[in-house]
């Protein structure tokens, strides 16, 4: 009987190894959730790194750990210290990540990050031929495996690959100035579905497809070898009735069991009639645009300074990739930024920006999602956003309003947010003063419509319309075989 192999970067599991005891925790990503059911049920398969180095592994703990990842349905690719130096941090995070969010100027083409890359696919390809069978489905996820799918059906034929890609896929002009671009593309067709957020990333990529390898294309379709590969666009949900129902149960608290931080949020809320939250949360990095937000909303205060002591920020940056330059100079630069607007505007009883950075539990996401009248989501670029869902998803009295980058994935659906240029100081201003003062009415039309939308079309819907798309297209290419 065929199975299903899901391959990620990063296996769906915590493991951490503290003296010679391991223990495991799920990962609750949108990743993880959308795939929950696809691997728990049937025979399926889940193949990544395990978060710890070879080096950090101990002959001691090496059998624990293989049997906790056993388990949990999983197969480890090992990978050494050196590999997550170059492979990880250096090629996926300083050349890819960049190039592909349009940073050209943050992004290194380091020859040495190259070679580690193309080996560190290699290794993910070796453990999945160790596993994979005739007619199984895998499918692959993300730029850190980009020549997986080539180094998979090279070997495997007949197995049914498809590839999801999570950030943007640039446009021909930036793509282009990438040196390994041919490989990295015949290495994405190798799978017989490619997906994208977002019909723009899709059209980008037939493009570069057509200008740099020359294939023949047409409409979603690309001719390559003796097959026919799909290309279309799938925009990856989250887990509603999650967030729904976690917004609801917050709803029904009483006093006792609300966490401190919703008690400060409580304190700030309750000061003053027109007293109002505005949201931000992301991993602290520089395609996210926090200092953009902080300063559109140092403007914001200055072109409307009857919001002066109403108004706070609460801004939450998780940390991520601190040993890249670039995060540790963002993280400088973010700190200065809100030390500069509280210091020029506080009084005794307010400071306009609460910053935390640190990752929060659940719960206190859900404190924060539901505490707060608008939600500014600016993002310089984006694949798709999950927090702009997710706020919306825990809106459960139909008020609150999303202020949202048009150069986020997720404007493409968004339409009912108020969209903004986050480079457009003036406009975020004035869209902010329009979220503020937006009637009741309003707002519940906005959200009621996207809350409709969102549930509709979840994480598990995601996954299940993505694996229709991908067993179809093996279904047409039996079909055109034994024609
Ligand atoms: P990310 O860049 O990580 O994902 P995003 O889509 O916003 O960005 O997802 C972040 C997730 O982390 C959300 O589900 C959020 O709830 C969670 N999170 C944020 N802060 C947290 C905290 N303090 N504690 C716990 N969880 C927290 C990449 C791409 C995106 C794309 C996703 C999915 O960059 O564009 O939307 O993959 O494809």
């Not at 495991?24 to 049920?41: I, N, W």
């Not at 030390?339 to 924060?368: A, C, E, H, M, Q």
Request: with cysteine; hydrophobic share 35%; aromatic share 12%.
């Amino acid at each position: 009987m065929s199975k299903t192999i899901i391959i990620s970067n990063r296996l769906p599991l915590q493991i951490k190894i503290e003296e010679d005891e391991i223990s495991v925790s799920q990962s609750v990503g949108g990743l993880a959730t959308g795939m929950k059911s696809v691997h728990e049920d049937g025979d399926s398969l889940w193949i990544g790194w395990s978060g710890l180095t070879e080096e950090e592994i101990t002959d001691t703990t090496r059998d624990k750990v293989q049997k906790e990842i056993e388990k949990n349905k999983c197969a480890m690719v090992p990978l050494s210290e050196d590999d997550v130096d170059h492979f990880y941090y250096g090629f996926s995070n300083k050349t890819l990540w960049p190039l592909f969010h349009y940073f050209m100027e943050y992004t290194t083409f380091e020859q040495e990050n190259w070679e580690s890359y193309k080996r560190v696919n290699q290794k993910f390809a070796d453990v999945v031929l160790d596993h994979v069978e005739d007619g199984d489905t895998i499918w692959v996820h993300d730029y850190q495996l980009l020549l997986l799918p080539n180094y998979i059906k090279q070997k495997k034929p007949d197995t049914n690959i498809g590839f999801f890609l999570h950030i943007p896929f640039p446009s021909y002009e930036v793509f282009r100035t990438f040196p390994w671009r041919e490989e990295v593309l015949e290495g994405m067709l190798g799978a017989d579905l490619i997906g994208f957020h977002t019909y723009d990333y899709e059209r980008h990529f037939l493009s570069c497809v057509r200008r740099l390898i020359h294939l023949e294309t047409n409409f979603n379709e690309i001719s390559y070898d003796d097959r026919i590969i799909k290309v279309d666009s799938f925009p990856m949900g989250i887990d509603y009735d999650k967030f729904y129902n976690a917004a609801l149960a917050h709803e029904n608290m009483n006093g006792d069991e609300k966490s401190d931080i919703q008690k400060r949020l409580d304190e700030h809320l309750y000061s003053s009639d027109d007293a109002k939250m505005i949201l931000s949360i992301d991993r602290l990095d520089y395609t996210k645009g926090i200092p953009n937000r902080i300063k559109a909303f140092e403007y914001f205060l200055e072109k409307y300074p009857e919001y002066q002591q109403k108004v706070r920020l609460i801004m939450l940056a998780v940390p991520s990739r601190s040993n890249v330059p670039q995060y540790q100079l963002l993280k400088r630069e973010t700190d200065e930024l809100v030390g500069r607007i509280n210091g020029k505007f506080s009084t005794v009883s307010w400071t306009p920006v609460w910053y935390f950075y640190r990752s929060l539990p659940f719960d206190n996401l859900i404190d924060l999602y539901t505490s707060c009248d608008v939600a500014m989501i600016t993002p310089i670029r984006d694949g798709m956003n999950l927090v702009a869902k997710e706020y919306v998803a825990t809106r459960v009295k139909q008020d609150g309003v999303l202020v949202l980058s048009e150069m986020a994935g997720a404007s493409k659906e968004m339409n009912e947010a108020l969209l903004i240029n986050p480079n457009n100081f003036e406009a975020i201003a004035d869209k902010l003063k329009q979220a503020l003062e937006m009637p009741k009415e309003e707002q519940k039309e906005r959200i009621t419509s996207m809350q409709a939308r969102l549930k509709r079309y979840s994480v598990e819907k995601w996954a299940e319309e993505f694996f229709t798309a991908l067993n179809t297209s093996k279904t047409v290419r039996n079909t055109i075989v034994s024609k």
